[in-house]
């Protein structure tokens, strides 16, 4: 504990109760660390309830990041060894109160230096994800009842090795995947609506497994990719629109001469899978 201490700066703004009748008492942790010659960071973010922000930071500085929590209901978790990072909120116990969304915060930026493993998972957070420009090898999503947006404004300078997605009650939205730089997509998704956003900038094929319950996913797909779908549930509804069926699966006209191609094994109980043929560079 005192490593952890000495490594940050940590302020602690405490009030007291904002309502006699819930008796809430917020409290702010915020921290930072500067690069120092790390080769990787795997980071963990748990998110009970609210709103979580994640964004790219400074060059130079490993992280930055700000907690408001309801210490009545939650503690917080901030820490940090060598190479690895968990940030968020545990419960404590039984305790729920009104809308938990209401007042927690949780904002983080991650470097843009150094390769990162990132697991997020949240529950009744008003999510906003900004990763755009950052070294990603690996990140991982589970997502409760949430309203969230995913993004990747600019192209991810290696190779992602896997992006998982694993959805609950949720409206989720993820844009900007051909910058993603994926090797591998992997979404699970339960009752909602998922949109996923192939536009960007693509330096390599990407194969993605869907996997439905009772949801419905948009694939918005750019003029010009390469596209191979493999439905293997007859449950699930698939608008097959702009392309041509071979055998068992539907193709894209330039399927063959494409430069890169994108890969979608659709599987499941119930749902339906519809494709939106955009612009390369729309909805960037």
């Not at 404590?92 to 697991?119: F, K, N, S, W």
């Not at 969230?148 to 290696?158: D, L, Q």
């Not at 869907?210 to 003029?223: A, C, E, N, Q, S």
Request: no cysteine.
């Amino acid at each position: 504990m005192s490593r952890m201490r000495s490594a940050f700066v940590i302020a602690l703004v405490l009030s007291g109760a904002t309502s006699p009748v819930a008796a809430q008492d917020w409290r702010t942790i915020s921290g930072h660390r500067q690069v120092a010659g790390e080769e990787q960071l795997k980071v963990e973010v748990e998110f009970g309830a609210g709103q979580l922000q994640v964004e790219p930071g400074d060059a130079g500085v490993l992280y930055r990041t700000s907690l408001r929590y309801d210490a009545e209901i939650f503690k917080p978790v901030h820490e940090y060894s060598p190479g690895a990072l968990r940030i968020g909120v545990s419960s404590l116990g039984d305790r729920i109160r009104g809308d938990l969304r209401e007042g927690g915060r949780l904002a983080l930026a991650l470097t843009p230096d150094v390769p990162l493993d990132v697991d997020f998972r949240f529950g009744a957070a008003e999510a906003r994800i900004e990763l755009g420009g950052l070294r990603l090898r690996r990140v991982d999503i589970e997502t409760g009842a949430t309203d969230s947006r995913i993004g990747f404004s600019k192209p991810n300078p290696i190779r992602m090795e896997k992006l998982g997605i694993e959805a609950g009650a949720t409206k989720l939205q993820v844009r900007g995947l051909g910058n993603a730089n994926i090797e591998s997509l992997e979404v699970k998704g339960g009752v909602g609506e998922i949109t996923l956003d192939f536009t960007g900038r693509w330096n390599g094929d990407t194969n993605a497994t869907i996997d439905l319950g009772l949801g419905k996913v948009l694939l918005r797909i750019p003029r010009g990719l390469g596209v191979r779908v493999s439905k293997n549930s007859f449950l699930v509804a698939f608008d097959s629109e702009g392309l041509i069926k071979r055998g068992n699966d539907f193709y894209s006209p330039n399927w063959d001469s494409a430069a890169r191609k994108l890969t979608v094994e659709i599987s499941g109980a119930l749902g339906v899978v519809e494709v939106d043929w955009v612009d390369p560079n729309d909805g960037i």
